[in-house]
């Protein structure tokens, strides 16, 4: 099992910039791919990013790509999400979550092969 604790979230404007951060612990923190996850009020919670700890695969929804930027910091545990800007449509509490990298029936994006989920933290982009 892996904890997860997201920080980073607040009120920025529509144009802005914001950086998640998520912070991981456990004894297979490692054995995981690490994604972030997005869900507004009224809607389905959706996939946004996902990384490997090396960095050497990342997969993003389109409606980010060129605007967001997940990374890792292997070392101290941490996945990182660079919003930029930022859109009314991104207002949403965001996830972490941890998904077993030999997970084999649901790909990257599929919410069911993540495992593990840290609190949420609330990103609210005002036009």
């Not at 791919?33 to 959706?46: D, H, N, S, T, Y």
């Not at 929804?61 to 890792?72: A, E, M």
């Not at 941490?78 to 029936?105: G, H, W």
Request: a positive charge.
């Amino acid at each position: 099992q892996v904890h997860l604790v997201e920080s980073g979230g607040g009120l920025v404007q529509a144009g802005n910039s914001l950086r998640l951060a998520c912070t991981a612990s456990g004894a297979t923190v490692y054995s995981h791919v690490m994604g972030w996850f997005r869900q507004a009020p009224g809607k389905e919670r959706e996939f946004v990013a996902a990384i490997n700890w090396k960095g050497s695969s990342t997969y993003y929804i389109d409606s980010v790509k060129g605007r967001f930027t997940i990374s890792t910091d292997e070392a101290r545990r941490k996945v990182f999400l660079q919003m930029n800007s930022l859109q009314s449509e991104d207002t949403a509490v965001y996830y972490c979550a941890a998904r077993p990298i030999r997970t084999v029936y649901y790909v990257v994006g599929e919410r069911e092969g993540y495992r593990s989920w840290g609190q949420g933290t609330q990103v609210t982009v005002s036009s």
